[in-house]
């Protein structure tokens, strides 16, 4: 008898491996991707973690953009390795389009502009 994870555990796994891949260079982490401890059966798929990586990337260069804390020439740069890393995701290079995500290093935000209420 094999035993299978369950929804939850499957869920919690991929949360985690999510905000692994996510999180960890905004909060200034080091670490590469292949060095994060994850369990294979755990990860996400490359195409799933591409485009979480991309989606993440993209709202911090928009957090910068909006915050004004880097020059528009490095604003520039990380949009021009995003949209790359992004072109790369879609022809399905992904490896490529990891390894392009990992050269673009944005800090988090120190002052977010107060935002408008949705009503």
């Known amino acids: 008898m094999t035993l299978r994870p369950s929804a939850a555990t499957r869920l919690g796994a991929a949360a985690f491996a999510f905000f692994s891949l996510t999180c960890a260079p905004a909060w200034g982490f080091t670490e590469r991707l292949a060095a994060i401890p994850i369990p294979a059966a755990l990860r996400p798929t490359l195409l799933a973690a591409c485009e979480a990586w ?66």
């Open 54 to 119: 991309g989606r993440h990337i993209e709202d911090l260069i928009e957090q910068h953009r909006s915050a004004g804390e880097l020059s528009h020439e490095d604003i520039d740069r990380a949009a021009d390795r995003f949209y790359a890393a992004r072109s790369f995701c879609s022809m399905g290079k992904l490896l490529e389009a990891l390894a392009m995500f990992e050269t673009i290093s944005l800090g988090r935000v120190k002052h977010r502009p107060p935002q408008r209420p949705l009503w």
